[in-house]
């Protein structure tokens, strides 16, 4: 079965609606459904954010040396660390960063929009071209007001983007992937590729992403180093019947599904 196919499968299984973009770098061939398809971005906004401190730091904006100071105006429930941790306690922009990408902090997040406002890094997804990607507010705030929006095709360049290292500096982009790389939630893309070669126990793959969840939404953007080709999968959900917040949710398994078809058809 082709991997057409096979996601097409997936998705009429599947509850709700998948969006899925995929670039692969190596070839240039690239695989779309629904990719233009408006999704809540969840989590996934926490991409572009990251772009747009890297840039403001490239720019001389601020440093990512700078420290930002922990205020109650910004905590926030849901993931993350810094909610449960006294105000006043200062971190670097770089630690903050990291913290919003490695345990997807929203307090760490709306610490950054401080720094960056939405308002900002919209202005850079324009710039760079990518339709259809934008924040609206911070978490938890203003909830009149959605989060934002995304669209797979349009998360899947800005990964591009960083993963070929041709926006900021080659060493951002580095720098940036080594955050991506080290997120905690492996559910989504990671869930049925191997992670070592059996023979060896070397890297097999290498994965950086940036994943985000609400009830009913599973999200995932990433850039998977493969044996046979490097390549961006973007992949969004949403109005899973499946509310429940657990590892077994439809929407994790629909999405690691698609997953393993674009291992198994360009990187295995």
């Known amino acids: 079965?082709?991997?057409?196919?096979?996601?097409?499968?997936?998705?009429?299984?599947?509850?709700?609606?998948?969006?899925?973009?995929?670039?692969?770098?190596?070839?240039?061939?690239?695989?779309?459904?629904?990719?233009?398809?408006?999704?809540?971005?969840?989590?996934?906004?926490?991409?572009?954010?990251?772009?747009?401190?890297?840039?403001?730091?490239?720019?001389?904006?601020?440093?990512?040396?700078?420290?930002?100071?922990?205020?109650?105006?910004?905590?926030?429930?849901?993931?993350?660390?810094?909610?449960?941790?006294?105000?006043?306690?200062?971190?670097?922009?770089?630690?903050v960063a990291t913290l919003m990408i490695v345990v997807s902090d929203n307090t760490a997040t709306n610490m950054l929009l401080d720094l960056c406002p939405p308002e900002r890094v919209n202005r850079s997804m324009a710039e760079l071209g990518i339709d259809g990607v934008r924040i609206y507010r911070k978490i938890g705030m203003n909830l009149d007001t959605p989060l934002g929006e995304a669209t797979p095709a349009g998360m899947a360049k800005l990964m591009a983007l960083i993963a070929q290292r041709q926006v900021l500096t080659p060493y951002a982009c580095s720098q940036m992937l080594d955050i991506l790389e080290r997120q905690k939630y492996k559910e989504l893309t990671n869930r049925y590729i191997p992670e070592t070669d059996a023979e060896d126990e070397e890297p097999a793959v290498r994965i950086a992403s940036k994943s985000g969840w609400v009830r009913?939404?599973?999200?995932?953007?990433?850039?998977?180093?493969?044996?046979?080709?490097?390549?961006?999968?973007?992949?969004?959900?949403?109005?899973?019947?499946?509310?429940?917040?657990?590892?077994?949710?439809?929407?994790?398994?629909?999405?690691?599904?698609?997953?393993?078809?674009?291992?198994?058809?360009w990187g295995r």
């Not at 910004?74 to 449960?84: E, I, Q, W």
């Not at 599973?218 to 180093?225: E, F, L, P």
């Not at 690691?256 to 078809?261: D, E, H, K, L, N």
């Open 1 to 95: 079965m082709d991997l057409t196919s096979r996601v097409e499968q997936i998705a009429q299984a599947f509850s709700g609606t998948l969006g899925i973009a995929a670039i692969n770098l190596t070839t240039g061939e690239e695989f779309r459904y629904q990719a233009d398809l408006s999704f809540y971005p969840a989590s996934t906004v926490k991409l572009p954010v990251l772009y747009e401190v890297f840039r403001g730091a490239l720019y001389g904006r601020w440093r990512l040396e700078d420290r930002l100071t922990l205020t109650p105006d910004n905590m926030v429930s849901g993931s993350g660390v810094l909610v449960d941790l006294t105000p006043g306690l200062t971190l670097t922009v770089r630690d």
């Open 216 to 265: 009913g939404v599973r999200n995932d953007v990433a850039v998977i180093w493969a044996p046979r080709s490097t390549y961006v999968l973007s992949m969004f959900s949403k109005d899973c019947r499946d509310r429940r917040y657990y590892h077994d949710n439809e929407g994790s398994v629909a999405l690691a599904r698609v997953s393993q078809a674009v291992y198994e058809a």
